[in-house]
């Protein structure tokens, strides 16, 4: 790994390092000072690995003024020789010979004076809990993913496609959206029947934040073949549970010429493909996660890597449901949409391993999905997972121009908001597929946290866009 940088060298590089007694310039924010009225110990981080680099301080040779103001919390530059290690729990450290503070932090304020807060507490000062191990350690794998989300599709020659944010259409059609807007919200233009006139609106038209790029990447995957997106969605669904936020980060591949099959297949490599990659790259940050919050983590990542998921269709898991000895808040019967009760029951008692559930019953899912020749159901599949319910959410597409619209006529969806969607059922409409992976659900699953406000940097969720 290349580590090199203006001015300093990193610590994560440094604690490798086999090159002793050379002098080293490092730079960072000091986790913790111990020590004597002779000598003092100086843990530092710098934020390229979990792990602190030890700075020895002889307090004879230093201003006692300047050692004063290193407190937790500190950010200084400290030069020194780079030597062996003393003391246990580290390979090397450095034997100090010069120190700068470039900002204080004072010991009655910063509120990560002590260790040990609360996830909880921790949230009401999201601007300061990237300091912590856990953040540290959650934010360093949160990028991993994103590096071998891109890796994993430029390697088989996928595109990545830029989808808009703001849009004048719904999706999902659940019609849980952000309107994006210009007018002046305290003397809104009217029409005759006292609605919004957003034809005076930025826009000319009503338009709102995307909660997917699905469509928009489906009309790319009509010439490219193989594309995907990555970015944020937006939902104003007002679940305040520990799985949803109301911006969250999507992938989206859409496949020309994939039957839902290949599509399964695609979802299941890709998601242990990003496993093993965690594994492989992620080591220190997830054991650390793994003695601290979840000791079955890296137990629970093994075992999806080393598994075939299991692929059932709804009715059969809806059979399991109604005949399982467990009660449920929500009852389970055909046609009804499985909640996160009864994913969690699939996965963890019953089949012990993840499911791929397929042909949902039509009215649960979106216009979108590709009609069975049952009438009743869809080629949709939801990959369902330990701990986190739905990790993705898929379907293949209709591609007939006739059922599509059909489909759309039945719903009642405005056709003006769609008619270029449409168009690509009428010229050289091919069998497609497509998912979602929810990247917070997956982080979720990466680094075993329990709530999704912990594995994104500022959470946005029912009254809290603070940060
Ligand atoms: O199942 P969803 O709604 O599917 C779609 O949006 C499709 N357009 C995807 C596609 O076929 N291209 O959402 C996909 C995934 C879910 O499985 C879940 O992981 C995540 O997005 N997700 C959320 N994550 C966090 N907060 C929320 N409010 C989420 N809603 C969905
Ligand atoms: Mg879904």
Request: hydrophobic residues 40%; charged residues 25%; glycine residues 6%.
């Amino acid at each position: 790994m290349q580590m090199q940088t203006p001015g300093r060298e990193k610590i994560v590089a440094l604690l490798q390092s086999k090159e002793i007694g050379r002098d080293v310039t490092v730079k960072g924010w000091v986790r913790t000072k111990r020590g004597n009225k002779n000598i003092a110990f100086i843990a530092l981080n710098d934020g390229s690995t979990i792990h602190n680099l030890q700075l020895v301080v002889d307090v004879a040779s230093f201003d006692a003024e300047i050692l004063k103001l290193i407190t937790t919390g500190a950010a200084i530059c400290a030069k020194g020789k780079l030597v062996e290690s003393t003391g246990n729990g580290q390979p090397v450290e450095v034997q100090v010979a010069n120190i700068e503070v470039y900002g204080t932090a004072d010991a009655e304020t910063y509120p990560l004076q002590k260790k040990g807060h609360s996830l909880e507490f921790l949230r009401e000062i999201a601007h300061l809990r990237p300091r912590t191990n856990t953040f540290g350690a959650v934010l360093r794998i949160r990028h991993a993913m994103a590096f071998a989300i891109h890796k994993y599709f430029n390697d088989k020659g996928f595109v990545y496609v830029h989808t808009p944010i703001i849009t004048g259409s719904d999706a999902e059609g659940a019609g849980a959206m952000f309107t994006v807007t210009t007018l002046d919200l305290e003397n809104l233009p009217r029409k005759d029947d006292k609605s919004v006139n957003f034809a005076e609106d930025f826009f000319g038209k009503h338009t709102n934040l995307t909660v997917s790029g699905q469509l928009e990447g489906e009309l790319t995957a009509m010439a490219l073949s193989e594309i995907y997106t990555f970015g944020p969605t937006f939902r104003a669904e007002n679940s305040n549970t520990p799985r949803h936020l109301a911006e969250f980060w999507m992938i989206e591949p859409e496949m020309a010429f994939y039957e839902i099959k290949e599509n399964m297949d695609l979802a299941e490599d890709f998601i242990k493909y990003l496993v093993r990659y965690a594994f492989e790259n992620c080591a220190d940050d997830l054991k650390f996660l793994n003695d601290m919050w979840d000791k079955e983590l890296l137990e629970r990542l093994q075992s999806v890597v080393n598994t075939e998921f299991v692929r059932l269709d709804y009715t059969e898991g809806v059979e399991i449901l109604m005949k399982a000895d467990q009660k449920f808040e929500f009852p389970v019967s055909w046609g009804v949409d499985l909640q996160s009760e009864h994913e969690r029951y699939l996965v963890e008692k019953h089949f012990k391993k993840p499911v791929i559930l397929t042909n949902y019953p039509k009215e649960i899912k979106a216009f979108y999905m590709k009609q069975n020749d049952d009438g009743k159901t869809v080629r949709a599949m939801d990959v369902l997972f330990p701990k986190i319910g739905e990790i993705i959410g898929g379907s293949q597409r209709e591609e007939s121009y006739d059922k599509l619209m059909a489909r759309i006529e039945e719903l009642n969806i405005p056709l003006k908001d769609m008619w270029w969607y449409i168009d690509t059922r009428r010229f050289g409409t091919v069998p497609h597929s497509g998912f979602g992976l929810g990247f917070e659900r997956l982080l979720l699953f990466v680094t075993g946290m329990a709530n999704i406000r912990d594995v994104i940097p500022f959470p946005r969720t029912p009254n809290n866009a603070e940060f």
